[in-house]
């Protein structure tokens, strides 16, 4: 057993030992990025039954998804002998084991768990019985109920954490139906079980006579019904720890999913509700070199919210780090797929990723992606053309050309809803089989000559026709995508049939794909149908080849959580994209967007590019962006930073070239904000990168000598009017004015105002 327990403990460090070691007591674990976190529970794990005598059943490892749960079994099955074995799960998989175990303490010993689709059902039926179908929609409703038991910490539904009345009564009626049919829903397994733990004795004595040790991974991910689940498992009635161990591990660094109801105060205010706690803080990183982690430190040591950590490394290395300043978005796209291409060409079997804080920044990088024959995969995301609110608006223009698309009719005839169910759909098609030289519209007219379609459907019916004729004589894609985005009130329907969340992604998707209709006109294409061929080919070149792993990984930073890459590109690190506007005013949600970048950098192994550009197609128009707040946080000692603004194609790649072969290119260097790159190689004249802005016009940047003051008004060519919040003398002409627009608050360069 001696020599089985030594073997548990190489290659640990000092840090990782302190963690496995002991085999009594309250431990959380600060585990930075790359330290190996999942190494020291699975080892934790493994030493309590080898060298500690822990009985396998006592112990209960506790995670967040079935994949992390699956890997951890893995790795403890490969430690210890077979036989009895600990619990490893989600938290959820082990509420509904310890209920179904329990059943007879319950108040319906036999229950089943309602899946995502059958909640929706049910609240429909409810929705529609109360006559508020039009009124109310089904995923906000719910999402409300989720949010509320996710704040229920005493086992008890607390309706009163719904602020809206009429979504309060839904609710009430959906878990009086819910009970009446013996289910619980996902949530409802965590409020059961600390429910089941508060008023049992019996329960809570045989839960403690059996299991003696607990471990609980990503900590930092946790809501407040699980850390007081966690308390109710550990503590005795008087609020004694009555375990044998407890340990957590998790980084608040890393605590990125608030929108999920995850909380960072539970592993920062761990030690107060366990006094007895020992923190071991593991600060070796084995994932990067050091200059990346020494950018990351910087970062991250802006936030409060975080108890201090220096993430290090072994592995050493020079010039890791690149901050490029562009010209456009489309530049943007130019430089990443010119840096994949070096790095797939010179370091062979290196990976590579590009991040990006919202998926509607993809659609660029997509097209350059294409362009260049780089083959791309987006990781837990769709790629822009395949998703459903692009093709919904893609298939309106498909009609308006061909009004024989009978594709494109199934897709947009009752989307949004038109009352037009599967019945009119059955008779409208057979109708058209019947007479097939017929258009949509002929169907659509012979239908209501005939009576088939009347009243409130009719309406709706020929009123879709009059927004598919009147698109059919416009000439421009993005008068008429924005002509059929406001006539059908498209993101209003977004807005009503998804989680808020997820409509404001599938929003901004609708406006990015405006942007790419203006943007290929600006290239001279000009009509709908040589859009619609653009967009074919586009969808064509960048399906993915199931064999090709050299394929280029494109995600959010969010979708990167726990992945490495050799080389990350981030992109897009402009005030208002990221940290995004929604969280200008509110400091804990920059906190947040803090950590999120840093999650982003420190998914890179080898080398890291940063770009953000000087003018990007938001909102329909052409806009001059500031470099994020969150660039000025990294020092110029530590990450190189050059303006690209007036680089040529053959330049970006001479540059990139330079940097993967490890040569200085010292006349490249330029600061971000400073005055235009002299960067240049004795190369034949070129062309600029064609340009979707070069037809554009934009705000030119004047210098301004004049005095600035708080609340004065002032006028920017994109963002409108706005008033003066704060005024930041930099010295030498340099002013920089915090300024509330009706889009946001900007932090902005005087010389961009007037």
Not at 12 to 39: C, D, M, W, Y
Not at 505 to 510: P, R
Not at 694 to 722: C, D, L, M, T, Y
């Amino acid at each position: 057993m001696s020599g089985d327990c030594h073997e548990l403990l190489e290659k640990l460090n000092a840090q990782q030992r302190s963690a496995v070691e002991p085999g009594r007591g309250v431990i959380l674990v600060r585990a930075g990025a790359g330290s190996g976190k999942t190494r020291v529970i699975t080892r934790r794990i493994s030493y309590l039954i080898a060298y500690h005598g822990a009985i396998p059943s006592s112990i209960v490892a506790l995670t967040f998804t079935n994949k992390a749960a699956a890997e951890m079994k893995e790795r403890v099955e490969s430690m210890v002998s077979r036989g009895d074995s600990p619990y490893i799960g989600t938290f959820h998989a082990y509420c509904l084991r310890l209920l179904k175990i329990n059943r007879a303490f319950l108040g319906m010993p036999d229950f089943l768990v309602l899946d995502a689709d059958d909640q929706e059902k049910l609240m429909q039926k409810i929705i529609a019985s109360a006559g508020l179908s039009k009124q109310m929609n089904v995923k906000s409703v719910l999402h409300a109920l989720s949010s509320a038991k996710n704040g229920s910490i005493d086992g008890v539904l607390n309706t009163n954490l719904i602020d809206h009345p009429v979504m309060q009564q839904l609710c009430m009626v959906y878990e009086q139906e819910k009970r009446q049919s013996h289910c619980l829903d996902f949530d409802d397994l965590l409020v059961e079980t600390i429910g089941l733990f508060k008023r049992n004795a019996i329960f809570r004595e045989q839960f403690r006579a059996r299991v003696r040790h607990v471990l609980v991974d990503e900590y930092q991910d946790t809501n407040r019904v699980q850390h007081a689940l966690l308390r109710l498992m550990a503590c005795d009635d008087s609020n004694v720890f009555c375990l044998d161990s407890l340990c957590v591990v998790g980084d608040e660094d890393q605590s990125i999913y608030s929108w999920r109801g995850a909380t960072v105060s539970n592993i920062l205010e761990f030690s107060r509700d366990f006094p007895q706690t020992s923190i071991v803080t593991i600060e070796q990183n084995y994932r990067s070199v050091q200059p990346l982690l020494s950018v990351a430190n910087e970062v991250i040591s802006h936030n409060r919210g975080r108890m201090p950590k220096k993430l290090w490394s072994e592995r050493e290395g020079v010039d890791r780090i690149r901050v490029v300043r562009l010209a456009s978005d489309r530049n943007e796209g130019e430089c990443v797929t010119q840096l994949v291409n070096l790095v797939k060409r010179q370091l062979k079997n290196q990976s590579c990723a590009v991040l990006y804080r919202s998926h509607y920044q993809s659609r660029t990088l997509e097209e350059a992606l294409v362009r260049s024959s780089q083959p791309y995969h987006i990781v837990g995301g769709i790629q822009f053309y395949e998703r459903q609110e692009i093709k919904d608006l893609v298939a309106y223009l498909r009609l308006s050309v061909n009004p024989f698309d009978r594709v494109a009719f199934l897709r947009v005839f009752n989307t949004p809803a038109r009352g037009l169910g599967a019945k009119f759909q059955e008779q409208f098609f057979a109708l058209w089989d019947q007479e097939p030289l017929l258009d949509f519209s002929a169907v659509v007219s012979r239908l209501v000559e005939q009576g088939v379609v009347t009243g409130a459907k009719k309406d709706s019916l020929l009123k879709f026709c009059q927004i598919l004729g009147k698109m059919a004589t416009m000439t421009s894609p993005s008068s008429a995508l924005e002509f059929v985005v406001n006539e059908v009130e498209y993101v209003p329907y977004l807005q009503g049939a998804f989680e808020r969340e997820v409509a404001r992604d599938k929003a901004e998707n609708v406006r990015e794909l405006l942007n790419a209709a203006r943007a290929m006109e600006d290239r001279g294409v000009t009509s709908i149908p040589s859009f619609l061929d653009e967009i074919a080919l586009l969808q064509e070149h960048s399906k993915p080849k199931d064999s090709d792993d050299s394929a280029l990984l494109l995600m959010t930073f969010h979708a990167a959580k726990g992945l490495e890459f050799d080389t990350v590109i981030l992109v897009g690190l402009e005030d208002g994209i990221f940290p995004t506007s929604r969280s200008i005013d509110n400091s804990y949600a920059v906190e947040e967007e803090r950590r999120l970048l840093y999650v982003g950098i420190t998914r890179a192994r080898e080398r890291l590019l940063i770009t953000h550009v000087q003018q990007r197609y938001l909102f329909g128009r052409v806009t001059q962006q500031l470099p994020s707040p969150f660039l000025d946080e990294i020092p110029a000692s530590l990450a190189r930073q050059d303006d690209g603004t007036s680089w040529y194609s053959s330049q970006i790649r001479s540059y990139l070239d330079q940097w993967v072969q490890g040569r200085s290119c010292a006349s490249a260097r330029t600061p971000v904000m400073g005055l235009p790159s002299s960067f240049s190689w004795n190369e034949p004249f070129e062309e600029p990168i064609i340009d979707p802005f070069s037809s554009a016009k934009v705000a030119p940047v004047i210098e301004k000598s004049r005095q600035w003051k708080k609340f004065q008004s002032v006028n920017h060519r994109s963002f409108g009017v706005g008033i003066v919040k704060e005024v930041e003398d930099k010295g030498c002409g340099i002013v920089y004015l915090t300024v509330h627009f009706s889009c946001g608050v900007k932090k902005i360069n005087s010389s961009f105002l007037t």
